[in-house]
């Protein structure tokens, strides 16, 4: 009992000390994300993104050459060869000009070829020319406009850690700056008359009795490494008056109070008692070990939160992993730091106190074709075991420990990683899946997406290189998508075919139309030039459809060889001016302010393999397909329907 209150240890249940906390804050409104700040992105490294970042400008924003060499028309080096060179001469309307890499490619041209490629000659009146052995195809060693990124792109999700690239990125697509979560400011007060600074240590020597305070420079080392601004006030003695003085100085100030020692149940342990007198307690006493006299409660008037932290420093160091992390977390908005887990063998008998979880100090190594963890030393003062451990087995409340040679589960503290928390997409391209992205980053899951088109992507998920595909492919013959397809290309392997929406295919065109595009059978016209996607994506199986339908022959499409890999791709060709038009969804048209001629509707399903859809991994994506708030993210963008968002239209 405190001589300021009677605040015996409770020990409850970790889960339910969580539950107490998290109500406590969201009553307040403290269990929400910060808000963000705007930086230059100079300063912005290691930062989290408060809001999606998209694209203000396409990169390259021209049609950039790739390499030093000269500006040609493609067509005027047909049928150059090593027995029979042509000779284009060299002026700035061409047939040929030189170019450096990156400079703008002249409108009039349509290739470059590489200097070593090309032999220069002086001619007789003065002029100059180069000398090709071979001919060279549409496009070669161009950089076309929009290559790397296309304005409107998503290029970063909101909550997302910004690394040096990314701000290159930023750069690239044109932001100066971005808007990134404020930083929470903790305050970490060490208490006690025994402790001493560890400058005082080196100076003067320790007499007996005294503790190097070095709590307080663990708490603000995690504190800083977690994506917080740490605040160590100097050690304050165990005096009641003083300690609440400085709580309630740093509750007015910070957004989280940190008061070490002074949490247990001793006669000089004030924590509990400034935390009554200036708010509420919630939690006195957690059943974990090591750390189990942990204060939890919340300051009134500032609303702040206080977590009080034993003293013994592996218990210190083990409350900030439990308790300070995950808050900090919950703030910027990133999921709570999950350690990657490796199954391995205790290599002792280990008992455990009933009633409390207890997290176990181990090293781990690999012993012949077994990962073998061994226990280090239990002791909550003995800071050298963290120092020295490769990880942490729990065991669970109500187990009277572990047998040697049992299987256990190891927390690794060595070599963390985001790959367990990834979902691979491969297959065709849609912006949707930018949306999906940005929601799975807010559920604490990467999404990346390889834009391989349908077929690609049922490919990859024969391989196993993939959690899931979208596909978009029609079958001729009885015009439903994808059901054939997966039939024929996936005999064996169990999926389910889950629709994720409708949306419009058309003509993309200029604003405008100037070229008075109807409707497909225009594509036959010599005047107008196309732009396709590439072999296997559903919109080219989808423009194959057609043009059969219709008697007309892929040669007769001026562009019909020239592929993109994105609708955005396609958008970005019509919008610079090098064709006229291409086949592409209505919201790549409507992100580039381009006209649009809707030809049909077509469905886009995920199809993903049935061990995948029924892991944890993918729970969150469908938790996202059967639930509102993506399905009116969707629906708000032009060109979808997601009526049927999440229906199941085939198992096999």
Known sequence: MSKHGNFFLENIPLDEAWSRFISALENVGKWNELPGEELPIEEALGRITAQPVWAALSSPAYHASAMDGYAVRSVDTIGAMETAPKRLAITPGGPASYVDTGDPIPAWADAVIM???????????????????????????????????????????????LKPVDLGALAGCGHATVSVRRRPRVAIIPTGTELVTVEQAALSGLKSGDIIEYNSLVLASQVREWGGIPTRYPIVVDDYELIKSKVFEAAAEHDLVLVNAGSSAGSEDFTSSVVVELGTLLVHGVAVRPGHPVILGMLAGFNTPVIGIPGYPVSCALTGETFVEPLLSQWLGLPRREKPRVQATISRKLLSPIGEDEMVRVTVGRVGQRI????????????????????????????????????????????????????????????????LAQFLADAGRRFTSANAGSLGGLMALRRGDAHLAGAHLLDPATGDYNVSYVKQYLPDLPVVLLTFMHREQGLIVAPGNPKGIRDLSDLARDDVRFVNRQRGAGTRVLLDYHLEKLGIKPEKVQGYKREEFTHLAVAVAIQSGVVDCGLGIAAAARALNLDFIPVEKERYDLVIPRTHYESDLLRPLLGLIHGPNLRRAISGLPGYDTTSMGDVVFEG
Request: hydrophobic share 40%.
């Open 372 to 435: 073998v963890a061994a226990p280090l030393s239990r002791g909550a003062g003995v800071i050298t075991s963290l120092v020295r451990a490769d990880g942490i087995v729990r065991i669970p409340r109500f187990s009277e420990g572990v047998e040697a040679g049992q299987e256990v589960a190891v927390e690794l503290y060595r070599d963390p990683s985001d790959i367990e928390r990834t979902l691979v997409h491969i297959g065709s391209h849609d912006l949707c899946l930018d949306l």
């Open 115 to 161: 200097i070593e490629h090309t032999q220069h000659i002086d001619e007789e009146d003065g002029g100059e020319s180069i000398e090709i052995h071979a001919g060279v195809a549409p496009w070669t060693a161009i950089r076309p406009m929009g290559e790397d990124m296309v304005a409107t792109e998503l290029v970063l999700p909101a909550n997302h850690l």
